[in-house]
């Protein structure tokens, strides 16, 4: 409970960004406090130790920050999920909705062991869209999924809803 408060001490909410109405929960605040970080990389990591992870997928750009640490807590290798034509191998592509058209997230196409286990990762769990087409691409590459692990999932939003098939776990609610 201690470690939740002090996570949640660390968010900031910052009114009408990136748009007049949107509610922006900002991590930067939890980042640059090494307790409050220390506190919520353990979190995102600790309900997935027993079971081993060989992968961690981190979601651009955000999943990258705590997915790294994340990682490396797990004795796992990282894969960054990026956004279409940042990465520069082959890659596998999947396509997901945007509230204005759609988008494409990416991995490279050797990155997953098929038959690995693979924890997907990011900051915050909104409409699902992004969680959706990373869970989708691991499971393309031949990885198992065995969790989708985010700080913080917006509770008003359908995101759980679209991930009901993976083991989702949120460290706050809101
Ligand atoms: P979704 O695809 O679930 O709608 O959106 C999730 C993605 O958008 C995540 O990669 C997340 O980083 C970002 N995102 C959406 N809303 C917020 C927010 O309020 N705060 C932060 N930090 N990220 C957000």
Same mark, same amino acid.
């Given at each position: ?5 002090? $996570?949640?001490?660390? $968010? ?40 081993? !992870? &060989? ?34 191998? &082959? %890659? ?9 058209? @759609?988008?494409?997230?990416? $991995?490279?196409?050797?990155?997953? @062991?098929?038959?690995?286990? #693979?924890? #997907?990762?990011? &900051?915050?769990?909104? @409409?699902?869209? @992004?969680?959706? +087409? ?9 990885? %198992? ?24 776990? +949120?460290?706050?609610? !809101?």
């Amino acid at each position: 409970a201690a470690a939740l408060e002090l $996570i949640q001490a660390h $968010i900031r909410d910052v009114p009408d960004f990136p748009r007049p109405g949107v509610l922006f929960k900002d991590i930067t605040p939890l980042l640059n406090h090494p307790q409050a970080f220390a506190a919520a990389v353990a979190g995102l990591v600790d309900p997935f130790r027993a079971g081993g !992870v &060989d992968h961690v997928v981190g979601l651009e750009a955000r999943g990258f920050i705590f997915g790294a640490p994340a990682a490396l807590a797990l004795d796992a290798g990282f894969v960054p999920a990026r956004k279409a034509g940042k990465l520069p191998a &082959d %890659t596998l592509g999947q396509a997901y909705d945007l509230e204005y058209g @759609t988008a494409v997230l990416e $991995i490279h196409a050797d990155a997953i @062991t098929p038959g690995s286990r #693979v924890l #997907v990762l990011d &900051d915050v769990l909104a @409409t699902g869209g @992004t969680g959706r +087409a990373a869970v989708d691409l691991v499971r393309r590459a031949g990885g %198992t999924v065995v969790g989708f692990s985010v700080l913080m999932e917006l509770s008003a939003l359908p995101g759980r809803e679209k991930l009901s098939d993976v083991e989702l776990h +949120a460290l706050l609610s !809101v």
